[in-house]
């Protein structure tokens, strides 16, 4: 078996993490035991791209249990961890994955992957997916769908289907209920702030805290930095996102106004050149960037380097920028995504509907995929639901339920007062 990652002998560390996030994962360990005698994947060959985290290898180990061939890559160069990545290619996991591998190598790692022919693809931001259809066309008729984990992932998607470039069908895991109001608001916030902090240590309360974007990840981050007791600003481009953030009680303003305000600045939106060179010729000397959101595309780091006279890292995850005109400026994680190359991304607990929502939608693919259109599929409700329910149950929380006489009343259009 073929696998490239940094060290092996980290694997019994990541073995570790592996256990405790399996400990914190009720629901997908729950779905493991019931698949893990039926094999529903059996037969089929998963190609996946999504950071190599402890939570992603319990996703993997269950893929396999419930039958299925796997051959695994990160998603992004900094995200994944090299203990974790050992103790799944000692596990005897064809995995291609390790701590800051160049984009070529990131590109090498998904090419190694695809090399299992795979009948179906797991991404997280549709680099697999776009692999295969730009270099593999041959391939992609023998897949019979895709999942995809994330907000930009899906919304490319949507637009390979607009415009008549889908080869195969997706099914749109992060826009279930279970995962994008869950992952993206509590996961993101929380794991945000600690890749902020584990990179600085600095203190958040007091400070000027801006946040780019106002959607789940953002309003998320938002609420965590002033549950620390930062001040926070929120920078939007939706009329209705920016309301909703005046109405949560944040100050809002454009980034051009926020640049020379903040000192702590994170963007969460999808979207390139959200600070670009103008507001860092704005910045007050100290002031710490990061990224939650796209890749490395939010935060133009080329404007910063042009402006800048020198360049060193002051500690793991953080470099300082020093402009020519001797102001200071941190960035961590290189503007990738700092919650999990600083961090260790979202919490088990909170990964477990994603990955839960990831299996069942892998299942469905393989059970329906041949009839599904060719076209990016949302979630059952019924699936969303019934997450929401088993979680709850894992909790140890009751809810109440319709009796049969409300459910008449509910539907009842002669009604009046
Ligand atoms: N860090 C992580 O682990 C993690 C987890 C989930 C999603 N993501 C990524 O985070 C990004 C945001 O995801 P989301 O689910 O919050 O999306 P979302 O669509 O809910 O929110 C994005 C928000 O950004 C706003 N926006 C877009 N361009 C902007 C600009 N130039 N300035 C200010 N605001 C702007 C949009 O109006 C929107 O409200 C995506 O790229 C997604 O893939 C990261």
């Known amino acids: ?187 993101t916030g929380q794991s945000s702030i600690d890749g902020i902090l584990r990179a600085t240590s600095i203190l958040l309360a007091g ?20 549950g620390m007791g930062s001040h926070v600003i929120v920078a939007e481009i939706r009329p209705i996102q920016a309301l909703k953030a005046v109405l949560d009680g944040f100050e809002v303003m454009p980034m051009d106004e926020a640049a020379a305000i903040g000192d702590i600045f994170i963007t969460a939106t999808g979207m390139k050149d959200v600070i670009v060179g103008r507001h860092f010729e704005k910045m007050k000397d100290g002031a710490v960037v990061c990224n939650t959101g796209h890749y490395d595309v939010e935060i133009n780091l080329d404007d910063l380097q042009e402006l800048s006279k020198e360049k060193k890292e002051v500690r793991p995850n953080n470099e300082e920028y020093t402009l020519t005109d001797g102001r200071k400026i941190f960035v961590l994680a290189k503007g990738r995504l700092v919650n999990l190359a600083a961090a260790e991304g979202h919490p088990s607990e909170v990964m477990d509907m994603s990955f839960a929502n990831q299996f069942l939608s892998l299942i469905r693919c393989a059970r329906e995929g041949k009839n599904l259109d060719l076209r990016v599929h949302d979630i059952p409700v019924e699936q969303d639901q019934e997450l929401a329910r088993l979680k709850l149950e894992t909790m140890g929380i009751k809810i109440d339920a319709l009796t049969n006489d409300q459910i008449i009343y509910r539907d009842d259009y002669t009604a009046g007062t």
């Open 207 to 226: 400070k000027k805290f801006v946040v780019a974007g106002y959607g789940h990840c953002g309003r998320g981050t938002a609420f965590r930095a002033r």
């Open 1 to 187: 078996m073929e696998y490239k990652v940094k060290d092996t002998g980290l694997a019994d560390r990541g073995k570790m993490h592996i256990e405790w996030a399996e400990s914190r994962m009720p629901v997908l360990m729950h779905l493991r035991d019931k698949f893990s005698s039926q094999k529903p994947l059996k037969g089929q060959k998963i190609a996946g791209c999504l950071h190599v985290t402890k939570e992603t290898a319990v996703l993997v180990k269950t893929l396999v249990i419930a039958g299925a061939e796997v051959a695994w890559s990160g998603c992004n160069p900094l995200s994944t961890k090299d203990d974790v990545a050992a103790a799944l290619a000692v596990e005897g996991f064809p995995i291609f994955a390790w701590h800051g591998m160049s984009v070529e190598e990131f590109y090498w790692a998904i090419e190694k992957t695809i090399e299992i022919k795979p009948t179906l693809t797991l991404d997280d931001g549709a680099d697999l997916i776009n692999t295969i259809h730009q270099k593999h066309t041959d391939l992609a008729k023998e897949v019979i769908a895709g999942t995809e984990e994330t907000t930009t992932g899906v919304h490319r998607l949507r637009s390979m289907e607009k415009a008549g470039a889908l080869l195969y069908p997706v099914i749109a895991v992060n826009d279930a209920e279970t995962k994008w109001d869950f992952d993206n608001v509590y996961g």
